[in-house]
């Protein structure tokens, strides 16, 4: 509140003049902002590659050369949902609370 009081006492709007905050607690407030912004774009295409290469490596296809899908649907509930689940609830609770 002091500073908007200098700035309305000194006039800064009709000189055009400005705050920008430097040092490492701003870059790191924005670092980590973009940071979450950008984990929306890369996250999904990282689940469906993690997802794709479950699937293959234990559907039995690079072992037998056909496909048993009911395994490889098992393999990726087993291991995937628990993941998947703790990274929604971890980035949901920073989400909510930011």
């Keep these: ?9 000194n ?3 009709q000189r055009g003049l400005s705050m920008t905050l430097t040092g490492p607690v701003p870059i790191t407030n924005a670092v980590t902002e973009e940071s979450f912004n950008l984990f929306w774009d890369v996250f999904p295409i990282g689940v469906v590659f993690v997802a794709v290469g479950l699937f293959l490596f234990h559907c039995d296809l690079l072992q037998t050369g056909r496909i048993r899908f ?23 609770i920073i989400g909510w609370t930011n």
């Design 1 to 9: 509140m002091e500073i908007i009081g200098l700035s309305e006492a």
């Design 11 to 13: 006039d800064w709007d």
């Design 70 to 92: 009911v395994q490889g649907i098992k393999v990726l509930a087993i291991s995937g949902l628990p993941t998947l689940c703790s990274v929604f609830i971890t980035m949901g």
